[in-house]
């Protein structure tokens, strides 16, 4: 008994660890890509010396993978570690992702600054949605653009796209268009914010956190603003801001997942056959659970160093970052970047015929009007806000 239940263990290996090595080799591709990308962009001016790379290691991933997969032929024996890498490390990577965001981040902005965000969340989720609808667009890749606008931009595509099911072209679709609209916002918004807020590092801050959509390229675009305009303030409260508005992962996935199976429903002809709406708790995935346990423990240990001087008594300061920051990091940087690389790797270039350029027309609509949203709520009540 024993020995069968070894074999079929090995057996189980054997399938899953060369496509698992080759996702692993294609993010390592992606991470370095990233990283030399951003050396040429502060090498010909476009980023601050020091700065990180504003393209996602996984962003490059993808598309090193989608260039494999319709130049190369990935061979059948690859697939199934392939598929595992799309599923569960997807899903380890973003519950280690809640050790990056603290819950007292939002505590920060005060009781003004948290509605801002909302307010700048929840544009960007309705227009990409009504644009989806009204475009006769697929309702899904209509729901990762709006999650990717609304929230915390290549991470919340990640995120959503298990829940409702996403195709893997879908997935490539959603995050090049994020990509691409992020990094223009990343340069084009920096000398905005001077211009509508010169002098005002607050309300600067808080429109650079809002209206860019990744969080390396709302760190591009303080950075670039505190070189150009000497206000490293901003820089703070860029950061605060974007890490307040990535909390709302937790809250937006399962209405965003509700909200696409109903419409999925309503939009059911007489020729379709509806589907039962799934139960409440359903939208609720475990990963976000897994996410919410651990941004209330980072949460917890920074409350207990803050009044104690250690976390939960046991942790100093330099020890207890070290764990949050290189349990994140793996998860951000090698779990999703190998659950990217496995999509990349899925994707056929034909998958991409169907779907055409509409998508993108909604997406650069959304982030204009995240930015005029930020903008003048912003303008209306930043002067509240004290960080």
Same mark, same amino acid.
């Given at each position: 008994?024993?020995?069968?239940?070894?074999?079929?263990?090995?057996?189980?290996?054997?399938?899953?660890?060369?496509?698992?090595?080759?996702?692993?080799?294609?993010?390592?591709?992606?991470?370095?890509?990233?990283?030399?990308?951003?050396?040429?962009?502060?090498?010909?001016?476009?980023?601050?010396?020091?700065?990180?790379?504003?393209?996602?290691?996984?962003?490059?991933?993808?598309?090193?993978?989608?260039?494999?997969?319709?130049?190369?032929?990935?061979?059948?024996?690859?697939?199934?570690?392939?598929?595992?890498?799309?599923?569960?490390?997807?899903?380890?990577?973003?519950?280690?992702?809640?050790?990056?965001?603290?819950?007292?981040?939002?505590?920060?902005?005060?009781?003004?600054?948290?509605?801002?965000?909302?307010?700048?969340?929840?544009?960007?989720?309705?227009?990409?949605?009504?644009?989806?609808?009204?475009?006769?667009?697929?309702?899904?890749?209509?729901?990762?653009?709006?999650?990717?606008?609304?929230?915390?931009?290549?991470?919340?595509?990640?995120?959503?796209?298990?829940?409702?099911?996403?195709?893997?072209?879908?997935?490539?679709?959603?995050?090049?268009?994020?990509?691409?609209?992020?990094?223009?916002?990343?340069?084009?918004?920096?000398?905005?914010?001077?211009?509508?807020?010169?002098?005002?590092?607050?309300?600067?801050?808080?429109?650079?956190?809002?209206?860019?959509?990744?969080?390396?390229?709302?760190?591009?675009?303080?950075?670039?603003?505190?070189?150009?305009?000497?206000?490293?303030?901003?820089?703070?409260?860029?950061?605060?801001?974007?890490?307040?508005?990535?909390? @709302?992962? *937790?809250?937006? /996935?399962?209405? &965003? #997942?509700?909200?696409?199976?109903?419409?999925?429903?309503? %939009?059911?002809? !007489?020729?379709?056959?509806?589907?039962?709406?799934?139960?409440?708790?359903?939208?609720?995935?475990?990963?976000?659970?897994?996410?919410?346990?651990?941004?209330?423990?980072?949460?917890?240990?920074?409350?207990?160093?803050?009044?104690?001087?250690?976390?939960?008594?046991?942790?100093?300061?330099?020890?207890?970052?070290?764990?949050?920051?290189?349990?994140?990091?793996?998860?951000?940087?090698?779990?999703?970047?190998?659950?990217?690389?496995?999509?990349?790797?899925?994707?056929?270039?034909?998958?991409?015929?169907?779907?055409?350029?509409?998508? @993108?027309? *909604?997406?650069? /609509?959304?982030? &204009? #009007?995240?930015?005029?949203?930020?903008?003048?709520?912003? %303008?209306?009540? !930043?002067?509240?806000?004290?960080?």
């Amino acid at each position: 008994m024993n020995t069968s239940s070894s074999n079929r263990e090995n057996s189980i290996l054997s399938k899953l660890i060369p496509g698992l090595l080759l996702c692993l080799v294609v993010t390592f591709v992606g991470i370095y890509g990233a990283e030399l990308i951003g050396v040429v962009l502060i090498k010909i001016g476009v980023l601050a010396p020091g700065s990180q790379t504003p393209v996602s290691g996984i962003f490059v991933a993808i598309i090193v993978g989608i260039i494999i997969r319709n130049t190369i032929h990935v061979p059948a024996f690859f697939l199934e570690g392939i598929s595992f890498a799309v599923k569960y490390a997807l899903r380890a990577g973003i519950i280690l992702l809640g050790l990056r965001l603290s819950l007292m981040e939002a505590l920060k902005l005060g009781a003004l600054g948290v509605p801002l965000i909302v307010a700048c969340i929840a544009s960007g989720l309705f227009i990409t949605l009504y644009l989806t609808n009204k475009m006769k667009q697929s309702s899904s890749l209509g729901t990762l653009i709006a999650c990717g606008t609304g929230i915390c931009g290549v991470t919340a595509i990640m995120a959503t796209s298990p829940v409702i099911e996403a195709k893997d072209d879908e997935i490539s679709y959603a995050v090049a268009n994020i990509t691409i609209f992020g990094l223009t916002g990343m340069v084009l918004y920096p000398f905005l914010a001077d211009i509508i807020f010169a002098n005002e590092p607050i309300k600067a801050g808080l429109f650079l956190g809002t209206a860019i959509h990744d969080t390396a390229q709302v760190t591009g675009a303080a950075l670039i603003y505190d070189q150009v305009f000497n206000i490293p303030k901003v820089v703070d409260v860029a950061t605060v801001t974007k890490l307040t508005r990535n909390l @709302f992962i *937790i809250v937006i /996935i399962p209405l &965003v #997942s509700y909200l696409y199976y109903k419409n999925l429903n309503k %939009s059911a002809t !007489g020729t379709t056959e509806k589907k039962e709406l799934p139960k409440w708790y359903t939208f609720i995935p475990l990963f976000v659970i897994g996410f919410l346990l651990l941004a209330c423990l980072r949460t917890i240990g920074d409350a207990t160093l803050e009044s104690t001087g250690s976390a939960f008594g046991l942790f100093q300061s330099s020890t207890w970052e070290a764990i949050y920051n290189k349990s994140s990091s793996f998860g951000t940087t090698y779990l999703l970047g190998m659950a990217m690389a496995g999509v990349g790797l899925s994707t056929n270039f034909k998958m991409f015929k169907g779907i055409g350029i509409k998508p @993108f027309y *909604i997406g650069f /609509i959304a982030a &204009v #009007s995240v930015g005029l949203v930020s903008v003048t709520l912003i %303008s209306l009540f !930043g002067h509240l806000v004290v960080l």
